[in-house]
């Protein structure tokens, strides 16, 4: 938990100031029929004040707003793919396919008799290492060598990898699963840690201890071992593993944290008004319990999003996930070829993944703490 935000206890910044309601009431006509359309005009000024006033506290933050711009430049990335591929410079499939393209420049060097005759490696070769390229050159024969991993050029910007696929397309076509396997994750992950914490919270009792046992015993689990484990038994593909990753935060420490925030809703007394006027359990707990939890539930969407990145390219370097192209498997081709070690002599197979993985988390975790302070006003009071 270390890096998360801490509980929100007071009133949500989110939440709507009853004088507001009242200033924006009498300005709307409300006629014969036309009371839902009304309520909705006022519903969506509230929430574009909301929005507005909630903006100006995020943009304050430089932090967040860097995360923001690295998520948005990922966003492009993502899109950019099919029309690079469809109208732009990739649409040769031979080449530019991420999966089974294949482009080597073919460099010329000439047959040299010895090692220690050759004076320019980019020019020269010697006759022994000769015979593994062109089958019988002597000395003085020009040896057509393939290149590959070849380095950056006007062809290929980030160079290509040892199988002579394309980099930069591996690393675009790759974001696409990350954004993917990121939103899947979140969406698991919020949806059960807000229900299953704001039912805990309201009905106590045996029903919340078997909750929370459970909760704590998700924690208590090493994540990736449990993946690994299961990778092993099942194929698992990026929707499967973005379920996974979601049902075992969704009932780990995220359900803990989100129950806390749902306790103190609960004793709101909205709640026991909604109560009084004959609100079934049902009614208090998903319209009025979840709805002023679900900004905290947000937040905890960015952070979802940062360990389903992370976690995706860790089992994709040890090659348990059954994925075309992702960032992990860009790593795991240049580990698997004895490139991992090379240091920087071959840093277009290692830095373009490995800072892809680590700005795009990076990204989602900046704009999460940014929307900490948004939503916890003891934040934004330091």
Same mark, same amino acid.
């Given at each position: 938990?270390?890096?998360?935000?801490? *509980?929100?206890?007071?009133?949500?910044?989110?939440?709507?100031?009853?004088?507001?309601?009242?200033?924006?009431t009498?300005?709307?006509?409300?006629?014969?029929?036309?009371l839902?359309?009304?309520?909705?005009?006022?519903?969506?000024?509230?929430?574009w004040?909301g929005?507005?006033?909630?903006?100006?506290?995020?943009?304050?933050?430089?932090?967040?707003?860097?995360?923001?711009?690295?998520?948005?430049?990922?966003?492009?990335?993502?899109?950019?793919?099919?029309?690079?591929?469809?109208?732009?410079?990739?649409?040769?499939?031979?080449?530019?396919?991420?999966?089974?393209?294949?482009?080597?420049?073919?460099?010329e060097?000439?047959?040299?008799?010895?090692?220690?005759?050759?004076?320019?490696?980019?020019?020269?070769?010697?006759?022994?290492?000769?015979?593994?390229?062109?089958?019988?050159?002597?000395?003085?024969?020009?040896?057509?060598?393939?290149? *590959?991993?070849?380095?950056?050029?006007?062809?290929?910007?980030?160079?290509?990898d040892?199988?002579?696929?394309?980099?930069?397309?591996?690393?675009?076509?790759?974001?696409?699963?990350?954004?993917?396997?990121?939103?899947?994750?979140?969406?698991?992950?919020?949806?059960?840690?807000? %229900?299953?914490?704001?039912?805990?919270?309201?009905?106590g009792?045996?029903?919340?201890?078997?909750?929370?046992?459970?909760?704590?015993?998700?924690?208590?689990?090493?994540?990736i071992?449990?993946?690994?484990?299961?990778?092993?038994?099942?194929?698992?593909?990026?929707?499967?593993?973005?379920?996974?990753?979601?049902?075992?935060n969704?009932?780990?420490?995220?359900?803990?944290?989100?129950?806390?925030?749902?306790?103190?809703?609960?004793?709101?007394?909205f709640?026991?008004?909604?109560?009084?006027?004959?609100?079934?359990?049902m009614h208090?707990?998903?319209?009025?319990?979840?709805?002023?939890?679900?900004?905290?539930?947000?937040?905890?969407?960015?952070? %979802?999003?940062?360990?389903?990145?992370?976690?995706?390219?860790?089992?994709?370097?040890?090659?348990?996930?059954?994925?075309?192209?992702?960032?992990?498997?860009?790593?795991?081709?240049?580990?698997? *070829?004895?490139?991992?070690?090379?240091?920087?002599?071959f840093?277009?197979?290692?830095i373009?993944?490995?800072v892809?993985?680590?700005?795009?988390a990076?990204?989602?975790?900046?704009?999460?703490?940014?929307?900490?302070?948004?939503?916890?006003?003891?934040?934004?009071?330091?």
């Amino acid at each position: 938990m270390t890096g998360r935000p801490t *509980q929100v206890t007071e009133d949500q910044s989110t939440q709507v100031d009853p004088t507001e309601l009242e200033e924006l009431t009498p300005a709307v006509e409300v006629g014969e029929g036309e009371l839902p359309r009304s309520l909705w005009r006022v519903r969506l000024r509230l929430a574009w004040q909301g929005f507005r006033k909630n903006w100006r506290l995020f943009a304050e933050n430089k932090i967040g707003l860097a995360g923001l711009i690295i998520i948005l430049i990922f966003a492009v990335m993502a899109l950019a793919f099919p029309l690079l591929r469809a109208v732009g410079p990739w649409d040769n499939d031979a080449i530019y396919d991420p999966v089974i393209g294949y482009d080597a420049p073919v460099a010329e060097l000439e047959v040299v008799p010895t090692r220690a005759e050759v004076t320019d490696p980019t020019q020269q070769i010697d006759a022994i290492d000769a015979q593994l390229w062109c089958f019988g050159a002597l000395p003085g024969d020009t040896c057509r060598i393939p290149q *590959q991993p070849a380095p950056p050029s006007e062809g290929h910007l980030l160079g290509t990898d040892p199988l002579g696929r394309d980099i930069a397309s591996q690393l675009t076509f790759s974001t696409r699963a990350a954004f993917l396997l990121g939103l899947i994750a979140a969406l698991v992950t919020v949806g059960i840690a807000t %229900s299953i914490g704001s039912i805990a919270a309201f009905y106590g009792g045996w029903l919340d201890n078997f909750l929370m046992r459970f909760a704590d015993l998700i924690l208590l689990m090493p994540l990736i071992p449990i993946l690994i484990v299961m990778s092993g038994l099942w194929e698992i593909n990026l929707p499967l593993l973005g379920v996974l990753i979601g049902v075992l935060n969704g009932f780990g420490g995220t359900a803990i944290v989100l129950k806390s925030q749902a306790l103190s809703v609960k004793v709101k007394p909205f709640i026991d008004a909604a109560r009084v006027s004959g609100g079934s359990n049902m009614h208090l707990i998903f319209r009025h319990i979840v709805p002023n939890v679900l900004p905290l539930s947000f937040l905890y969407m960015m952070f %979802s999003v940062t360990e389903a990145v992370s976690l995706e390219a860790t089992l994709s370097f040890f090659g348990l996930l059954n994925v075309d192209m992702s960032w992990g498997i860009m790593l795991n081709t240049a580990q698997s *070829q004895g490139y991992l070690r090379s240091g920087f002599e071959f840093w277009w197979l290692l830095i373009p993944a490995g800072v892809a993985v680590t700005l795009l988390a990076a990204g989602f975790f900046f704009a999460g703490r940014a929307m900490d302070e948004v939503i916890n006003p003891r934040l934004r009071a330091r």
